[in-house]
């Protein structure tokens, strides 16, 4: 059963910095693509940040780039989003998702994701 929990959510002042973990089960962790997703209340779940099985290439959302990093350790099982300089637009639910990255994978749709976390809220404060 391939389960994936995140961790790290919490409340934060604008400018302050947040460091998200999901650590994934029941899946050979080095053999997916996996990816950070956040919805705000009311809004659609978007893309956030994205890292390839290996780690080399990453992918951010033009919101976030400059401001968070996506990173992974294969031997841990667990991929982070380290979150800066956080603005109150940030404030959302963020999930992590994981992916086979076969032929028709797009590294920022979530229908390229097959696995998904429940989720940990990220509320920044002005």
């Known amino acids: 059963q391939v389960q994936l929990v995140e961790s790290g959510g919490g409340l934060v002042q604008a400018g302050g910095s947040l460091s998200l973990s999901c650590a994934a089960s029941?899946?050979?962790?080095?053999?997916?693509?996996m990816a950070w997703f956040r919805q705000g209340a009311e809004k659609e779940r978007e893309f956030v940040a994205s890292?390839?099985?290996?780690?080399?290439?990453?992918y951010y959302a033009e919101s976030v780039k400059g401001r968070f990093t996506i990173s992974r350790d294969n031997t841990k099982n667990t991929v982070y989003l380290q979150m800066n300089s956080l603005k109150p637009e940030d404030t959302a639910a963020y999930y992590c998702?994981?992916?086979?990255?076969?032929?028709?994978?797009?590294?920022?749709?979530?229908?390229?994701?097959?696995?998904w976390g429940q989720g940990t809220q990220v509320t920044v404060s002005s």
């Open positions: 998702a994981a992916a086979i990255p076969l032929s028709g994978y797009y590294y920022n749709r979530e229908n390229s994701y097959a696995y």
């Open positions: 890292i390839s099985r290996g780690g080399t290439n990453k």
């Open positions: 029941g899946l050979t962790f080095s053999h997916y693509a």
